[in-house]
């Protein structure tokens, strides 16, 4: 059993009709999603702005309620828990946030934020909680001694630090990281990624890594997920996604990146921008910007399976 099976999840948001008696309309966000991750992994969702992959992290967290679909967790139905049995559930799984400054309270010192998560899902005493915010201060590398200050006394890296270590405060099953690096100077970037990356060895929790950066990705990523539009186009293991993009949208996304040009083709600059998700184009949503779109593609969207030769590898693709 995996730790995580995401079946079908749908994220619509509503928007008023365009005229008195005219049709409901949606923003369809996230448009039936499925994948799995095991316990110990890493899995780089990557894509465009606007493709759908924060959307996904925060569903996953229910900092966003789906409007379809499942999250069975350790064979758990986690979109059927509510009210109380929700806010125990929380503990198992958490958020690492882009900004590390916005996501921690200005007023409350380092302490407090450690000790909030541990106050509301474990039966830890003061003096067992106070151990346990020294303990994990000193996990991701900060000094005990400085859990009397506030936020703004630390630098974006020193923050990320703090958000890493509330994330983990209660042992989740799995955690997803939005954008954990991307606003933090290129210096401590690599710092915060290996930091999460041994953290992972030694806690074996699951990991959802959403960044635009690819090089990231392919770094800290066992597989790697591409969405295009609400929609998964293409999942490989690292390496293979990196080296041999199956997708035309995976092989344009990672042509634009120095150093991971897929057999050293030149890039694949895409026309036009991501057309609105309110309005998807028919078939596949990708033809309108696809080099490689035939009729085909027009009328009729392809669906995810598995590449031969590559058992790991699955695309949505009529080329495939
Ligand atoms: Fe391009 Fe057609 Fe494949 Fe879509 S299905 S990515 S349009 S070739």
Redesign the pocket.
């Known amino acids: 059993m995996s730790l995580l099976e995401v079946k079908g999840l749908k994220k619509y948001y509503p928007l008023p009709p365009e005229h008195l008696f005219g049709k409901k309309r949606f923003v369809k966000a996230l448009d039936g999603v499925s994948f799995t991750l095991e316990r110990g992994e890493t899995l780089g969702l990557v894509g465009e702005s606007g493709c759908g992959k924060s959307t996904l992290g925060r569903a996953l967290v229910r900092l966003e309620e789906p409007t379809a679909g499942e999250v069975i967790l350790n064979g758990e139905d986690m979109l059927s828990l509510k009210g109380t049995a929700l806010r125990k559930k929380r503990g198992a799984f958490q958020m690492i946030f882009q900004d590390p400054y916005g996501s921690l309270n200005p007023r409350m010192t380092i302490f407090s934020t450690l000790e909030e998560p541990l106050l509301l899902h474990t039966d830890l005493n003061a003096a067992e909680r106070a151990e346990q915010v020294a303990k994990l201060m000193q996990m991701v590398g900060l000094d005990p001694k400085l859990s009397d200050r506030y936020p703004h006394q630390f630098s974006g890296g020193q923050r990320q630090r703090i958000g890493i270590a509330r994330a983990l405060a209660v042992n989740p099953d799995f955690i997803v990281a939005d954008e954990p690096v991307s606003a933090l100077d290129v210096s401590v970037q690599a710092a915060i990624v290996n930091l999460l990356g041994d953290l992972q060895k030694d806690r074996n929790f699951g990991m959802i890594f959403i960044a635009h950066d690819l090089a990231v990705v392919e770094h800290i990523a066992d597989r790697i997920m591409v969405m295009y539009l609400g929609k998964t186009?293409e999942v490989a293991p690292a390496e293979e996604l990196c080296r041999n993009p199956k997708?035309?949208?995976s092989k344009a996304l990672l042509s634009a990146v120095p150093g991971l040009h897929p057999d050293g083709k030149e890039r694949i600059v895409l026309q036009g921008d991501v057309p609105s998700p309110l309005n998807p184009p028919s078939?596949?949503r990708?033809?309108p910007r696809?080099p490689?779109?035939?009729p085909?593609?027009k009328e009729k969207e392809?669906e995810m399976k598995a590449v031969p030769g590559c058992p790991s590898c699955s695309c949505?693709?009529?080329?495939i």
């Open positions: 186009v997708h035309p949208y078939g596949c990708f033809h696809c490689a779109c035939m085909v593609c392809p949505a693709c009529h080329l």
